[in-house]
């Protein structure tokens, strides 16, 4: 199918690379423009060259960046339909080894930024009387987790929090608000941020015999930012190749 954002906007914070760039692909595929936002100047402007759309340099983090791309969604594509806030950073530290600074910094980025982007984007949206607003979270926090994510936890399962009251509050703008909860997705955070050992066990650990890829989330996020979810709001979609599904470690007890 295509055609499915012909004509929308889309601001997608944290898409110079990784899952980002795959959803900023896969909108422009259903006919989107897309607005790239993100620290990495130069990935991020390779990307928007790429995919016909434009750059601005964000911090998601800081309040005058998030307002900035959404004044650039507005004034150099003439609206904004659909936000995605994709951007999240997941260092892995133990608990005892985590600074005040690294906590502070990891809830700063994944999800005052979450909430930064969703106030920036409100009184356009508002105005407009349609919006879609969908927010990378993760099956990590609100799910499960592992040794050395307990920042990265709390900020996700915060993520999860936040989308309930957002959706609550902006239901009468006839804006939807919703989550995408990763599994382990292959990109090049990960094989930055992550050792073989870890990525070869998480592999091990999915039902569906893979990792996922940034098109697996793209898909569900061009689910929730069309049409076809104009009725859901305030919830999340587990996007994991059932990984969170076994109860235990064997599960591959019927190979068949
Ligand atoms: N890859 C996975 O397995 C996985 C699983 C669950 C959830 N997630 C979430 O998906 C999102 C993307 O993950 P990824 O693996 O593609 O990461 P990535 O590191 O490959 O890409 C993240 C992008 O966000 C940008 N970014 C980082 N900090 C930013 C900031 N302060 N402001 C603006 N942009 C910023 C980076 O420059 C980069 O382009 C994150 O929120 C992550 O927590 C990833």
Avoid at 33 to 44: K, L, M, P, S, Y
Wanted: proline share 4%; charged share 20%.
């Amino acid at each position: 199918m295509t055609g499915r954002l012909q004509d929308k906007v889309a601001l997608i914070i944290g898409a110079a690379r990784g899952i980002g760039e795959g959803i900023a692909e896969r909108f422009v595929e259903e006919g989107a423009r897309v607005v790239i936002a993100d620290t990495e100047v130069e990935a991020g402007c390779e990307t928007a060259k790429r995919l016909g759309g434009l750059f601005v340099e964000t911090d998601i983090s800081r309040m005058d960046h998030t307002e900035r791309a959404v004044r650039t969604a507005i004034d150099g594509c003439g609206g904004l339909g659909i936000l995605v806030q994709n951007a999240g950073i997941y260092p892995w530290t133990l608990i005892e080894k985590i600074s005040p600074e690294e906590w502070d910094k990891v809830l700063a980025v994944n999800l005052k930024g979450t909430f930064l982007a969703a106030r920036a984007a409100l009184p356009h949206m508002k105005a407009q009387r349609f919006g879609r607003m969908v927010f990378t979270s993760s099956i990590t926090g609100p799910r499960v987790t592992s040794p050395g994510h307990g920042h990265y936890s709390a900020s996700k399962a915060g993520i999860n929090g936040f989308i309930k009251s957002a959706a609550l509050e902006f239901s009468g703008y006839g804006i939807t608000v919703n989550g995408i909860e990763p599994g382990n997705i292959l990109t090049s955070g990960v094989k930055m941020h992550r050792s073989e050992a870890f990525i070869r066990s998480m592999e091990e650990a999915i039902p569906l015999g893979r990792l996922g890829s940034p098109r697996d989330v793209a898909n569900c996020a061009l689910f929730l930012a069309s049409d076809d979810a104009s009725y859901i709001t305030g919830t999340t979609i587990v996007v994991d190749g059932g990984q969170t599904l076994p109860e235990g470690a064997d599960f591959r007890i019927n190979p068949e």
